[in-house]
């Protein structure tokens, strides 16, 4: 084994106090059973830092099957590589086997790579070192040991840390080659942790960047929900922009007004703001922000069409949004259906009559609908009413209800507008009501 720093005990802040009782009955179960075993990557990273981490990984010299035989809650997960889940309670650990690189030395395992340079399976296993030299970061190639609670830094991580920049071990157009998705976790953990990516690795983005859209959308939605639902999800967003990757996850955000951009940051502030204080929070409300812009671009044409074939319209617009960013993005349908539903919601705000209002009110989508309609109205100063109103509405009963949402004298109800443009005063085009008719009644006849 080349050069490492051994930090001990003394000399570092990581406690066993801020490791989940879970992960430290895997690190001694895998000590006990005459394994190594560390705790790795984010985790030792964060507590040096000085945070509470959420989630804890274990390496260890054990392979998937030995891990699965010390633990009785184990399931064994993975294709590209084999990897353990071991359950304590509700907390699930992952425990993977140290990997290794491509060489002679492990000619029995599966390692195929692309012209292009990315790795596209990797079963192989190796050594601590090995393990530690593969990682992504400097600042995540760094072990604790539950053997002597020192920690082990193979790449200048702790360098890295204390100068608080992003480094890639390796070469970065290579490490960038193998896997094009280390481009987007630079570019998330520099938000997260407020580090600057190192000259080195920022450097060959601009060129690589394309190879992003090769990577299977599946893997870029999960990649998408780490970088905008971890709770920095405006700085992320920021900078994506800065380093231009946003476009490769998200084509339509190119180019969008000021306006637009500005919903976007507020729905991602808003998302950041219930992480912080552990509420839920749910993708669908998040991409009807970020695929809003497109959505609207695409409804430009239909701003004078009577309702139903509005919403006809509206409803088919939106499937193509949809399905032009599964094409980047795979959003999975229980959530863009959401989405669909808060954006053909909005114009049913502007109109009048209490028994429309009610009905709003009481459908299932409503409060996500209106959190966003109040995202609008910060950009858009004709909504200010209807938010305001719809606000006041939640707030009251009764007669104070009904008058909220009578009609103006001298102007009639008007039905869901087929508008998105802000203007909440222009009534949507009525259908006239036909007469009925009374039926004749004519004298009995004789015959009769």
């Avoid at 946003?246 to 084509?251: G, K, S, V």
Wanted: aromatic residues 8%.
């Amino acid at each position: 084994m080349s050069e490492y720093q051994r930090i001990p005990r003394d000399q570092h802040g990581v406690s066993r106090k801020g490791i989940s009782s879970a992960a430290l009955r895997v690190l001694y179960g895998l000590h006990e059973a005459g394994f190594e075993s560390y705790l790795v990557g984010g985790a030792v990273r964060d507590l040096l830092l000085g945070g509470a981490p959420k989630d804890f990984d274990v390496a260890t010299n054990a392979t998937p099957e030995q891990v699965q035989e010390v633990f009785r809650r184990c399931r064994l997960i993975g294709r590209r590589f084999r990897i353990a889940h071991v359950r304590f309670g509700g907390e699930i650990i992952e425990v993977t086997t140290f990997r290794g690189g491509a060489s002679e030395e492990h000619e029995d395992s599966e390692h195929r790579q692309m012209e292009s340079g990315r790795i596209v399976r990797d079963n192989v296993f190796g050594t601590l070192e090995e393990d530690a030299l593969r990682r992504d970061f400097t600042v995540n190639a760094l072990y604790y040991s539950i053997a002597d609670f020192s920690v082990l830094d193979f790449a200048d991580g702790l360098a890295d840390l204390q100068a608080r920049q992003m480094q890639l071990i390796g070469d970065p157009e290579v490490r960038y080659r193998e896997d094009p998705v280390r481009m987007l976790r630079a570019a998330r953990l520099a938000a997260k942790l407020r580090f600057s990516i190192a000259p080195a690795s920022l450097q060959p983005i601009g060129k690589l960047a394309p190879l992003l859209d090769d990577i299977p959308p599946a893997r870029l939605f999960d990649e998408s929900l780490k970088l905008f639902m971890g709770g920095h999800g405006r700085l992320s967003f920021e900078k994506l922009e800065e380093l231009d990757l946003l476009r490769h996850l998200f084509p339509g955000l190119a180019k969008i007004s000021d306006d637009a951009r500005q919903l976007i940051v507020s729905a991602l502030e808003s998302t950041d703001a219930r992480v912080a204080q552990d509420k839920p929070v749910t993708p669908a409300f998040l991409f009807a922000a970020l695929l809003w812009p497109s959505f609207i671009k695409r409804m430009e044409r239909y701003t004078d069409l009577a309702p139903e074939e509005w919403l006809e319209a509206a409803s088919s617009a939106a499937e193509t949004v949809f399905s032009g960013t599964a094409k980047r993005v795979a959003l999975p349908r229980r959530f863009s259906g959401v989405s669909k539903e808060i954006w053909l919601l909005q114009p049913r705000f502007a109109a009048m009559g209490v028994g429309r209002a009610r009905r709003l009110l009481r459908h299932p989508r409503f409060r996500a609908a209106y959190d966003f309609l109040l995202l609008r109205a910060a950009v858009e100063p004709a909504l200010q009413a209807q938010a305001d109103r719809w606000t006041k509405a939640q707030t009251v009963e009764g007669a104070d209800f009904d008058r909220l949402f009578q009609p103006t004298r001298g102007a009639a109800a008007a039905e869901e507008p087929g508008s998105l443009d802000g203007d909440a005063e222009a009534p949507a085009k009525r259908r006239r009501r036909r007469r009925r008719r009374k039926p004749r009644v004519h004298a009995p006849s004789e015959s009769e």
